[in-house]
């Protein structure tokens, strides 16, 4: 109760009003001014807050500092365009997560491009990492970028550097070997009725809806199952699996 008695909730982006203003060279206050569909955020190397607006396309940033937003990346068209130019002037289809690697460049995971893109942290130019901007189920053990994937939505990396992606309408998480920018299928079937063990091997194991991740420093990966109701641990280092909450119903207990 006394933790209760003292949480605050503010504003610190947008009106409550789905929208778009455009901005000048200083940003807009963003306790003033519209975002639309926003998703995603995270805390940025730079300390701002970074968070994807689905329905226009764009990348925001709010300095938590001065209280001003600002794009970071697109121009508020929904495609999947701008490759190896600067990301103000690309499109990008309902991006959905945001992530940084350990030297701050950008990534955005797009869930109707089915593709990663990132953003280069000095030269704000835009390269697609995973994905041919074709949905489909392909590529293993190939380049990332010649490998399909369906829908992604959540992304993560892990500490030796590699990139998970929740590749939902596969029903699997994909890692991309950012040494060599090769893809394959860290968990996961495509059985999409298949339920989940609660422990078992990483590879070969049906995963019942997977939706969200996040990791950790010990290289364990956090998966959420929609459909499977639960949340699994994912050690890639001994290569297993395990059910850490939920119990695998729909409801609300405990």
Do not use: K
Request: net charge negative; proline share 5%.
């Amino acid at each position: 109760m006394a933790f209760a008695q003292e949480v605050r909730v503010r504003t610190v982006a947008g009106t409550g009003v789905a929208g778009y203003e455009p901005e000048g060279s200083g940003g807009l206050v963003a306790t003033q001014t519209p975002v639309n569909n926003p998703y995603g955020i995270v805390a940025g190397p730079d300390g701002a807050l970074y968070f994807c607006e689905v329905d226009t396309g764009r990348t925001r940033r709010m300095d938590l500092g001065t209280g001003r937003l600002t794009t970071v990346a697109g121009n508020g068209e929904a495609a999947y365009t701008g490759d190896g130019g600067p990301a103000l002037a690309a499109s990008f289809s309902a991006p959905h997560e945001i992530r940084f690697d350990r030297d701050g460049h950008l990534f955005v995971v797009e869930r109707d491009a089915h593709v990663v893109r990132r953003v280069d942290a000095q030269t704000r130019v835009v390269s697609t990492v995973a994905g041919t901007g074709e949905a489909g189920f392909s590529g293993d053990d190939g380049p990332a970028t010649e490998a399909q994937l369906r829908q992604p939505h959540s992304i993560a990396f892990v500490a030796n550097g590699d990139l998970l992606i929740c590749d939902i309408g596969n029903g699997r998480v994909r890692r991309v070997n950012m040494r060599n920018s090769t893809i394959s299928t860290l968990s996961g079937t495509g059985e999409r009725r298949a339920p989940t063990p609660d422990t078992g091997p990483l590879d070969g194991t049906p995963l019942r809806g997977p939706r969200s991740l996040d990791t950790d420093s010990d290289g364990n990966a956090y998966l959420v199952l929609r459909e499977g109701n639960a949340v699994y641990r994912l050690d890639t280092g001994a290569g297993r699996l395990q059910r850490i909450a939920g119990t695998g119903e729909q409801g609300m207990t405990g």
